[in-house]
């Protein structure tokens, strides 16, 4: 297993980046924005985390693992590498956002040290064409969720 940046030569892994967020269109707009990193497991592009960075802190725009990788802790290392990176950036603070209806989501960030902070009601019913369900759950709200880096 390795994790390398995204570059030009290597394909856009939309099977990945589309379990994290169902619109394609959505993904484009923030994908050549972002510092891409690709986890790869025997050839295989199979996980992802999208970063963009601001002066103040970096987000994560985009964090997925493929069905047949997860469960083998390639999200925790994905994550710990967004935070090792924006650390080396001297960034302070990690922001991540999900959906209400994440409830794996939430549970993952909370025990990896991030808190909510913020809910944006109706983010999802606004900017997204498509009812998103996951656990039965209509995703309405946005969730978001901070790390402060120098604390942990």
Partial sequence: MKIKKWTECDIIPYEVLLLADP????????????????????????????????EDCSEIINIAVLPAYQNKNYGKKLLQYAITYASELNQSTLLVKTANSSIQALAFYQKAGFRMVEIIPNYFTQHY??????????????????????EN
């Fill in 129 to 150: 064409s498509e009812p998103i369900f996951e656990n039965g759950i209509l995703a309405q709200d946005q969730i978001v969720l901070k790390f402060l880096i120098n």
């Fill in 23 to 54: 619109d394609q269109e959505e993904v484009n707009r923030y994908f050549f924005q972002s510092d891409v990193f690709l986890l790869i497991e025997s050839e295989c592009i199979c996980g992802v985390v999208c970063i963009q960075n601001k």
